[in-house]
């Protein structure tokens, strides 16, 4: 009898089978082979979840993916690869097609977006808000002014940061507590920290980067935070020298860097 937890990991297994490309009929065939190790199609069919007519089809299918082996004897048979030779085709089939899809994207057109003069645009979710702050900091030119949270700087950010400042790209960054400083000077040495009035600890503020004096982007953290396990994000962010946000924002941090104080 299977077990529940058997029940649920098949079930993921199907999905991300078929997100990589596989129909149903050959998902579960796939599954039903890791199951038997070597079986028949009515083995196959017997386990449920493929009619024995799809069998023969979804088997050939996956012999060409290098997922099994036939065996051509009255009736055939099929025999899963190892584990380790799965993962590998698997891996190769991923990466073909992104390479493939990224071939078809040039075709298509530009990669990069039309940065607009006035518009402000919205990206939510951490992963999304972190990569385009990558992406900012990876066009940079001339100078990045950052700041962010403690659990929001990543070691791929740091990275970033690192390959701007062998460019020879002015750093500044503010708002990150000792601990994070210390771990950004011995990450990127060149990195110029700064004071800053804005007290973010306790409110839902992310991020602030300012890129060139030309792209700005602001993150907040979603309100309720607890029902997830990981951080919430959503930003926005513009781009132009004459864009609202970036005029705005360049001009309290033109003020803050040149050290500027109050009256």
């Not at 990224?102 to 979710?125: L, N, S, Y």
């Not at 970036?246 to 109050?262: C, E």
Request: proline residues 3%; charged residues 25%; aromatic residues 6%.
């Amino acid at each position: 009898m299977v077990s529940f937890e058997e029940e649920q990991a098949e079930a993921e297994a199907l999905e991300r089978l078929q997100d990589l490309g596989l129909s149903q009929y050959e998902a579960q065939t796939l599954i039903n082979l890791i199951r038997l190790g070597t079986g028949t199609a009515q083995d196959v069919t017997q386990i449920g979840g493929v009619p024995r007519t799809r069998v023969y089809e979804s088997a050939e299918r996956l012999h060409e993916l290098g997922f099994i082996d036939i065996q051509h004897t009255t009736p055939r048979k099929f025999t899963v690869t190892s584990e380790e030779t799965l993962i590998r085709m698997l891996n190769i089939k991923r990466e073909n097609t992104i390479t493939e899809l990224a071939e078809c994207f040039r075709e298509i057109g530009p990669a990069q977006p039309q940065r607009e003069q006035f518009g402000v645009w919205t990206v939510t979710g951490r992963e999304a808000v972190s990569s385009r702050v990558d992406e900012f900091i990876a066009d940079a030119d001339e100078q990045i002014v950052y700041m962010t949270i403690d659990d929001l700087l990543t070691d791929e950010q740091l990275d970033s940061l690192q390959a701007a400042a062998e460019r020879g790209v002015e750093i500044h960054l503010a708002g990150i507590s000792d601990e994070v400083q210390e771990r950004i000077q011995e990450s990127v040495p060149e990195a110029e920290l700064f004071e800053t009035l804005w007290e973010w600890e306790e409110t839902p503020a992310g991020s602030l980067l300012i890129t060139d004096e030309e792209t700005a982007l602001v993150s907040a953290l979603v309100d309720d935070i607890s029902t997830t396990e990981e951080i919430e994000e959503t930003a926005i962010w513009g781009a132009g020298d004459r864009n609202s946000l970036v005029v705005v924002l360049r001009a309290i941090f033109t003020w803050r860097l040149n050290g500027n104080q109050p009256s």
